[in-house]
């Protein structure tokens, strides 16, 4: 079982370049996505949030059980649901503005146990900004490393929702002793400060920096440096790619019997080049099409 800690929204998408265009609702949010897109390649997953009883709460929980995500970790409020405002550019890249006061997901508290079974836990995105439920995001990140549980991050940044960049910048390093893998874009890593072997000698096992249709490279501590190119396809919107890239990650290394740090540690070029492969394969099916929809296993090749 691979667990997805964090929140759940709705992305409000325009429907056209006029700054009044029509919104369309979508379900989203980074773990989300993330969450979705396991359940689609077949992996065992939970999702552990908090959501609204509103209808757009209902809506994305109901999209996770039809996907085959356990949603037992879920908790409840009626509070409303985020809202992200998404804004896309000519060539497909996506940015967001976030309606986040008083909404539920931001009331998240740390569950008394973790489903049976849990191999690993992904953490990220707005989740381990917006207090007070990043404390318990954060709490639950350090207990679930210290019980030996395999753990990923993805910060994800959202500039606009970071009141004071350095307290968070080293709220990040305070972080990396209980990661196992870090996975992070290369915008996200330039706004850190930083670099992938500074954070390895922190914790981590390895990193993974994405670079859009570049492809992504992965770094560990024994030096090695694993690059792979990007898989050519006509963008559509890169909404949910990095989410994708998240679960990929995991359910390469869950096939690989691989969710643990000895075992990513013991990957070599061959197994590299095959896992990265793979999450670059999967990150373009869902740049090919509008919206977070990341393929489903018979869509790519493990």
Request: charged share 20%.
């Amino acid at each position: 079982m691979i667990v997805v800690a964090g929140e759940a929204l709705i992305d409000l998408v325009p429907q056209g370049t006029d700054a009044l265009a029509a919104l369309r609702p979508a379900l989203g949010g980074g773990p989300y996505n993330t969450a979705v897109a396991l359940g689609r390649l077949g992996s065992p997953a939970a999702f552990c949030s908090r959501v609204s009883y509103d209808a757009f709460g209902t809506a994305l929980l109901d999209r996770l059980r039809e996907t085959g995500v356990d949603v037992s970790p879920v908790q409840r409020g009626a509070e409303p649901t985020t809202l992200a405002v998404a804004s896309v550019a000519a060539d497909g890249s996506a940015a967001y503005s976030f309606y986040v006061e008083g909404t539920a997901d931001r009331l998240f508290s740390v569950p008394a146990a973790l489903p049976p079974g849990t191999r690993a836990v992904s953490f990220g995105t707005c989740s381990l900004v917006l207090e007070p439920g990043a404390s318990a995001y954060e709490e639950l990140l350090r207990e679930t490393a210290a019980r030996g549980v395999f753990t990923t991050l993805d910060p994800n940044i959202r500039a606009g929702l970071i009141p004071d960049p350095d307290a968070y910048r080293a709220r990040f390093r305070s972080w990396l002793p209980s990661v196992s893998l870090l996975k992070l874009s290369a915008e996200d890593a330039e706004w850190l400060g930083g670099s992938p072997r500074e954070w390895l000698a922190a914790g981590p096992a390895a990193v993974v920096v994405t670079r859009g249709g570049a492809g992504l490279t992965a770094y560990t501590r024994d030096g090695g440096e694993y690059a792979v190119a990007g898989e050519r396809v006509a963008v559509v919107d890169t909404i949910g790619a990095g989410d994708t890239v998240n679960a990929a990650l995991l359910h390469g290394l869950a096939v690989r019997d691989a969710l643990s740090e000895e075992a990513v540690a013991g990957l070599r070029a061959e197994g590299w080049a095959g896992l990265l492969g793979f999450a670059a394969r999967a990150a373009a099916v869902t740049c090919s099409r509008a919206g977070a929809e990341p393929p489903y296993a018979h869509e790519v090749a493990v």
